[in-house]
C-alpha cells in the first residue's frame, strides 16, 4: 500500500525509478522470438512488479489457461469449451497439408479431425480461386471476394488482410461488407462485376440481422443477371449452422464449419480466415497459424515472470484497478496495421465488459477499460495531445517493426524515429526548468510544461510478416484472458450487445406497420421513430 501511495503521490515516477533500480531493462524487457517487448516505462517498481505476480500466481492463472487448453466448459454461462487454440494445433506441408498437433478434446471428442477436415478444404477451394480453376457461372475467373459479415465475423478478417496486404495476391480483390446501412454494400457492388464476383457469407449463427440483409441484397443483386443454379459458383458460407446456410440457398457443399466452442471475437483462424487464406495462399494462411500457436505454447508454458501476456495483463491491471485509467491505447506504428485497435477493441471489450463475476454477483471493482487507438504517425496530429498534457491518464502500447515491407526511400526510418521519440517524451516530460533554458517565456511556462511520468509499453518485432502478426494477435487474446481469469468474470458471453439484437427487432415492427406502439416505447423514443415513420 506505502509503495503504491509513493507511485499515486508521484514521488516514484518512472525517470526516478530508472535511477533507482538500475536492473531494470534486464528486469523488464523480454526477447521472444523475433519479439522485443520494453515493460520498464511503466510506474511499476520492483515491489509492484512482485506485487502483481503474486496477484497472477494466487489466481491461478496458468492452471486456468490448462483448462482452457483440456477444452474444459469455461464459458459457464453458455456451457461452451472455449478452444480458439484448436484452430490453430496444426502443422502444414506441402505433401501432407494441415495436419493435427495432438488430440484435443470436447465431450471426450477429438476436435482436432474436423479442424484439420475444414483447413484442408479451405486450402483446396482457396487454390482453386487463386489458380483460376474455380469459375463463376460464365466461364469467368473469380477477381473480387465480398465478405458480408460483422463484428468477429468481419473485423478479424478485414485486419489481417489489410495487415498482410504485402503478402497478397494481386489478381484477387478482397472487400468486407458489415453495416446494415445500404450505403455498405450499395457502394461495394456499384464497382463489381457478378460475373466475377464470389461471396462469402461469414456468420456464425446465420441469424444475425445485418449480415443476413446484406447478404440477401447481394443475392437480389446477383439474381438479376443470373438464375438460381448459378447461386453454387458465386456464394459459399462459413457458419456454424448447417441449415439455415442451405435454407439461404448455399449448398452444404460450399459450406465452411466452425463450431460452438469458437467465440466470434476469437474466431478469425476458424473458417471465418476463408477470406484471408484465399488472398494469402494456404502457405502463408499456416504460418499466420504457427504464429498464433507459438504464443499459444509460450502463454501455457512459461512461468507468470516472464509470460508476455501475463505481464502485458498484470500492467494493464495496475493502471485499471490500481491507478484508476479508464483506457488504453493501442498504437501501431504501421499503417497496416490501421484496423487493429478496432480489432481489439471487439476483443477486449465484448470479452471483459462485464460488471458481474462468475458467481453471478456484481463486482466492486473495475474490469474491462475502454479501448482506442490508431496508427502512429497520424495519431500524433490528432489525439496525442491529451494524451500529453490533458487530465486523464492513457496508458499506451506502441508497437513498431524493425523491418519495413515498403523501404521507400528514409520513411521507415522517420516512422520508427517516432516510435522511439513519443514513449521517451511521455515518460520525460518537459520541466519549466527546462522551458526556461530554451528561452521560453514567462506566461508561456505552464502551457509548454509536460509533466511526463505517462507510461507506455513498447513492442517492438522484427518484421510484420503473417508469423508476427498470428503471435501479436495471441498475444493480446491470451492478455484478455488473463484479466478476466483475475476480475474472476467470463470472458466469453457477450449477452451485452445480444440485447441489441432483440430491441431493434421491436422498433423494426413498429416501422414495418406505420405506427408505433406507444405502449412499447417511452415518450422521448416513441417520438422519434414517429417522426421517422412520417418523413421516410
Ligand atoms: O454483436 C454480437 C455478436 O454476437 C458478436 O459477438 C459476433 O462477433 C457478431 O455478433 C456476429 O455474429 P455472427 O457471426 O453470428 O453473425
Known amino acids: 500500500e506505502k509503495e503504491s501511495q509513493n507511485i499515486l503521490e508521484n514521488k516514484r515516477t518512472i525517470k526516478e525509478l530508472f535511477v533507482s533500480e538500475p ?14 517487448l520494453d515493460f520498464s516505462k511503466n510506474i511499476i517498481s520492483r515491489k509492484i512488479q512482485e506485487l502483481l505476480n503474486a496477484l497472477a500466481i494466487n489466481n491461478n492463472v ?54 484439420v477436415n475444414t483447413l484442408n478444404r479451405m486450402a483446396d477451394f482457396s487454390d482453386k480461386i487463386r489458380k483460376g480453376k474455380w469459375r463463376g457461372t460464365t466461364g469467368k475467373k473469380i477477381t473480387d471476394i465480398v465478405n458480408i459479415g460483422i463484428g468477429g465475423s468481419d473485423l478479424g478478417p478485414k485486419m489481417i488482410y489489410r495487415a498482410l496486404l504485402s503478402f497478397a495476391a494481386s489478381n484477387i480483390n478482397v472487400h468486407f461488407v458489415s453495416n446494415v446501412d445500404g ?7 456499384s464497382n463489381l462485376n ?22 440477401l441484397s447481394a443475392k437480389k443483386w446477383f439474381l438479376k443477371r443470373f438464375k438460381q443454379k448459378d447461386i453454387a459458383k458465386h456464394f459459399v458460407a462459413a457458419s456454424t449452422a448447417e441449415n439455415l446456410v442451405t435454407d439461404f440457398g448455399i449448398d452444404a457443399e460450399n459450406m465452411f464449419p466452425f463450431w460452438d466452442w469458437v467465440g466470434g471475437r476469437y474466431s478469425s483462424p476458424s473458417a471465418i480466415g476463408l477470406p484471408i487464406m484465399i488472398a494469402l495462399g494456404k502457405e502463408n494462411y499456416a504460418k499466420l497459424l504457427e504464429g498464433y500457436q507459438k504464443m499459444d505454447n509460450h502463454f501455457r508454458s512459461t512461468p507468470v515472470e516472464s509470460n ?24 501501431p506504428y504501421a499503417q497496416s496495421l490501421e484496423h487493429f485497435a478496432a480489432y481489439f477493441q471487439q476483443g477486449d471489450m465484448e470479452s471483459n465488459g462485464k460488471s458481474i463475476n462468475l458467481k453471478g454477483e456484481v463486482v466492486d471493482y473495475q474490469t474491462g477499460p475502454i479501448v482506442w487507438g490508431e496508427p502512429g504517425t497520424n495519431g500524433q496530429h490528432a ?26 526511400s528514409d520513411h521507415h526510418d522517420k516512422l520508427m524515429a517516432n ?13 519549466q526548468e527546462e522551458l526556461i533554458k530554451q528561452n521560453c517565456p514567462k506566461e508561456l511556462l505552464p502551457f509548454k510544461e509536460f509533466k511526463g511520468n505517462i507510461p507506455t509499453n513498447s513492442i517492438l518485432i522484427n518484421k510484420l510478416n503473417p508469423q508476427s502478426l498470428g503471435s501479436l494477435i495471441a498475444l493480446y487474446e491470451h492478455k484478455i484472458f488473463t484479466q478476466g481469469i483475475i476480475w474472476q468474470i467470463n470472458s466469453f458471453d457477450q449477452y451485452g450487445v445480444e440485447l441489441g439484437k432483440v430491441l431493434a427487432k421491436s422498433v423494426l415492427e413498429d416501422i414495418n406497420s406505420g405506427k408505433v406502439n406507444t405502449k412499447k416505447h417511452d415518450p422521448s423514443t416513441a417520438n422519434l421513430i414517429e417522426l421517422f415513420i412520417k418523413n421516410k
Not at 494445433?89 to 471426450?108: A, D, H, R, T, W
Not at 489525439?383 to 521507400?408: A, E, R, V, W
Open 194 to 215: 457478378p460475373e466475377t464476383t464470389l461471396f462469402i457469407v461469414a456468420s456464425k449463427t446465420f441469424t444475425t440481422q445485418e449480415t443476413m440483409t446484406n447478404a
Open 23 to 36: 536492473d531494470r531493462l534486464s528486469r523488464m524487457t523480454f526477447k521472444v522470438d523475433d519479439f522485443f
Open 419 to 431: 516510435f522511439f521519440a513519443q514513449p521517451e517524451a511521455l515518460m520525460n516530460g518537459l520541466s
Open 62 to 115: 496458468l492452471k486456468q489457461a490448462q483448462r482452457m487448453f483440456a477444452g474444459e466448459t469455461i464459458n459457464i454461462t453458455e456451457n461452451r469449451s472455449v478452444l480458439h487454440i484448436a484452430l490453430r494445433n496444426v502443422s502444414y506441408s506441402k505433401k501432407k497439408g494441415f495436419k493435427s498437433l495432438g488430440e484435443i478434446s470436447v465431450n471426450k471428442q477429438d476436435v482436432m479431425p474436423e479442424v
Open 183 to 189: 450505403t455498405d454494400i450499395a457502394e461495394t457492388l
Open 383 to 408: 489525439f496525442y495531445q491529451l494524451i500529453h498534457q490533458g487530465t486523464k491518464l492513457i496508458p499506451c502500447d506502441f508497437i513498431g517493426f524493425i523491418q519495413s515491407n515498403y523501404p521507400l
Open 308 to 331: 508476455l501476456p501475463i505481464q502485458l495483463a498484470l500492467i494493464g491491471i495496475w493502471y485499471n484497478n490500481f491507478l484508476n485509467a479508464q483506457s488504453y491505447a493501442i498504437l
